[in-house]
């Protein structure tokens, strides 16, 4: 999507446009995250636990790899697992915040 003198750029689950001329940043949101459905942050939720297992997996060598690449496959599997919990945490952070932001306003 384009509009004359600015760029839309998609962010999940909103969408922010950047205005060239005013050098201004707005965000338009046809569905706030804070108002998702009970089932979307289910959704989020399982896809980062996935994340997580599969890097235990890989980690603790439950693919049978050469011998020469299980360094590699244990260590990715660790950074793998390490990103799913730090996006499990940022996602309940945000949510928290969402939720907050929500009850504060009058």
């Not at 569905?31 to 997580?52: E, G, I, K, S």
Request: aromatic residues 14%; charged residues 15%; hydrophobic residues 50%.
């Amino acid at each position: 999507m384009h509009d004359v003198g600015s760029a839309w750029v998609p962010l999940q689950p909103t969408l922010c446009r950047w205005s060239l001329t005013s050098k201004a940043i707005t965000v338009v949101a046809f569905r706030p995250p804070r108002a998702a459905p009970l089932w979307w942050h289910v959704l989020n939720y399982v896809a980062r636990a996935v994340v997580v297992i599969v890097g235990v997996f890989l980690a603790v060598g439950g693919v049978p790899v050469p011998p020469e690449s299980e360094p590699f496959t244990r260590t990715f599997g660790v950074v793998m697992a390490l990103f799913g919990v730090y996006r499990i945490a940022w996602y309940s952070w945000r949510s928290r915040r969402w939720q907050d932001e929500e009850s504060a306003e009058p």
